[in-house]
C-alpha cells in the first residue's frame, strides 16, 4: 500500500523567507504527483502536477520537484507572503490504477508578517 | 464555470438518522469522486465513477455508506445510520478525463452527534 508522509506537520515562518516543504512515499511506481492548497474551510486547489518522466514543475515563486527512484518530492516556495498560509498536502496517483490519489496529512504553513 | 458545488455545507445531525450529501461536478468532466478528511486519516478516497458509473468504491467504509450518479451532473452519498465516527469533511472532486488534475469542491462538514 502507498503510505505518503509530510515534513514538518507545522510550520511558521516569517515573511519573505524562502521555504522547503517535503513530501515521501513507499512505493516509486507512480503515474504522477501533485501538489495541493487547502484553505480553512475550502477544498483543494491543485497548485502542481508533475509526470513521472518530468524532474520538476514550476509555477510563479512554487517550484515543485520529483525524485521517484528515493521517493520524495520538495514544494519550494521563494519570497513567501502571509497569503500562502495555508495547509499544503502532497497527492500520489499510483501507475496501476491511474484514478487513485494517495494524499499525505498535508503541512500547515504560516508566514507571519 | 462555477466549479464544483457541494450542499449542504454543514450538516448537523443526531446519530441513527439519515444524511444525504450532494455534489454537482463540473460540466463535461466525466470522472467523479467522493473523498472524506479526518484529522487521523488525513484524506481518504470513498468511491470513484467514470461516466456515471462506479468503478471503485472499496473505499466505503461499511453498507452503512451509499453513493450514486444518476447522470453527470448530479451525485449523492448518503450515510444510513449515520454514527459519531462519521464525523468529517467529506469533498466531491471531478475531473476531465481519469488521470487528469482533481477539482475540488468547498466540502460537506458533518457532525453526528
Known amino acids: 500500500k502507498q503510505e505518503v508522509t509530510q515534513i514538518p506537520a507545522a510550520l511558521s515562518v516569517p515573511e519573505g523567507e524562502n521555504l522547503v516543504l517535503n513530501c515521501s512515499f513507499t512505493?516509486?511506481?507512480?503515474?504522477?504527483l501533485q501538489w495541493f492548497r487547502q484553505d480553512p474551510g475550502k477544498g483543494l486547489t491543485s497548485l502542481l502536477l508533475?509526470?513521472?518522466?518530468?524532474r520538476e514543475q514550476t509555477s510563479g515563486r512554487l517550484n515543485a520537484s520529483l525524485d521517484k527512484s528515493s521517493g520524495r518530492s520538495t514544494l519550494y516556495i521563494a519570497a513567501s507572503q502571509p497569503g500562502d498560509s495555508a495547509t499544503y498536502l502532497c497527492?500520489?496517483?499510483?501507475?496501476?490504477?491511474?484514478?487513485?490519489?494517495?494524499f499525505g496529512k498535508g503541512t500547515s504553513l504560516l508566514v507571519t508578517p | 464555470d462555477a466549479g464544483v458545488i457541494q450542499s449542504p455545507r454543514h450538516e448537523v445531525t443526531e446519530m441513527g438518522q439519515e444524511v444525504t450529501l450532494r455534489c454537482k461536478p463540473i460540466s463535461g468532466h466525466n470522472s467523479l469522486f467522493w473523498y472524506r478528511q479526518t484529522m487521523m486519516r488525513g484524506l481518504e478516497l470513498l468511491i470513484y465513477?467514470?461516466?456515471?458509473?462506479?468503478?471503485?468504491d472499496s473505499g466505503m467504509p461499511e453498507d452503512r455508506f451509499s453513493a450514486k450518479m444518476p447522470n453527470a451532473s448530479f451525485s449523492t452519498l448518503k450515510i444510513q445510520p449515520s454514527e459519531p465516527r462519521d464525523s468529517a469533511v467529506y469533498f466531491c472532486a471531478s475531473s476531465p478525463g481519469v488521470v487528469e488534475t482533481q477539482y475540488f469542491g468547498p466540502g460537506t462538514r458533518l457532525l453526528v452527534l
Open positions: 465513477f467514470n461516466n456515471n458509473v462506479p468503478i471503485d
Open positions: 508533475i509526470q513521472s518522466s518530468q
Open positions: 512505493d516509486s511506481a507512480i503515474y504522477n
Open positions: 497527492a500520489v496517483r499510483r501507475s496501476n490504477s491511474g484514478y487513485a490519489l494517495n
